[in-house]
């Protein structure tokens, strides 16, 4: 487990609870990459933040708390968006990717470059009460594609900032994300689809089909075809 390096890109609600397991789970190097400072509105759920970090880089302040409580972790702070120019080279390095984004274009982007890539990866997403993870192990097991061909109108999806989310709850899937992203690390499956509804206190897991026809893991995509977005079609 030491020897493992994970990128968890976006260190927010998600990405977050999802570091703090990891890092516990004796993951040998955790790069964190967000561009964003911390926030006073970001308290509530971004658990690795204090009063105190307010206007720092969050991937400073997350790197900080992580190895004071977990001396033997290396940390990379990385303060940068994930965009079309610094995608293969941040991914390339990583064994395994945490989606810890918001937006959902940006998911979209991110698995398509992990399928690129052939890097697994591990995608959650919380919305008001429902929350899903999915692990992804490119050309075996479903991508978030296959599940979702086209990017839905961002009307249809609101982010958590926008529609609201508990922080409890996006710590949970947090959490869940990352026992899934270590299940992913030993390559022990099943890989299943996971999702929650908090309202009506119900979780479920499928195993998802592949899409032989998903514009990402079935036919391919090339780079030119990917957009910073990736809103390409
Ligand atoms: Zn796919």
């Known amino acids: 487990m030491e020897n493992l390096k994970i990128l968890v890109v976006g260190v ?41 970090d307010v206007g720092r880089l969050k991937v400073e302040a997350a790197g900080e ?18 965009n079309a120019s610094n995608a293969e080279k941040y991914l390339s390095v990583y064994d395994l990717v945490i989606d810890g984004l918001d937006r959902l274009e940006k998911k979209f982007f991110l ?8 890097k697994p990866f591990v995608h959650a997403g919380v919305v008001r009460f429902e929350g899903q993870v999915l692990p992804v192990k490119p050309g075996e ?34 959490y869940l994300q990352a026992h899934q992203a270590l299940g992913l690390a030993r390559g022990k499956g099943p890989f299943r689809l996971w999702k929650v509804d908090s309202w009506k206190r119900e979780a479920r897991s499928i195993l998802p089909e592949r899409n032989p026809s998903c514009e ?8 030119k075809e990917m957009t910073e977005t990736g809103c390409a079609r």
């Open 111 to 118: 698995n398509d470059w992990c399928v690129k890539l052939n």
């Open 12 to 52: 927010g609600g998600l990405g977050c609870p999802a570091s703090l397991v990891l890092a516990e789970a004796g993951v040998g190097t955790l790069g964190l990459m967000d561009p964003d400072k911390v926030e006073l509105s970001n308290l509530h759920r971004q658990t690795l933040y204090s009063t105190q």
């Open 65 to 82: 708390f992580l190895r004071s409580r977990y001396h033997r972790l290396r940390t990379v702070p990385l303060p940068e968006a994930l």
């Open 141 to 174: 097991t479903a991508c978030l594609r296959c599940l979702i061909p086209r990017i839905p109108p961002p009307f249809a999806m609101p982010t958590c900032q926008e529609a609201g989310v508990l922080g409890s709850f996006s710590q949970a899937i947090g």
């Open 216 to 223: 990402a893991c079935g036919k391919g995509l090339s780079a």
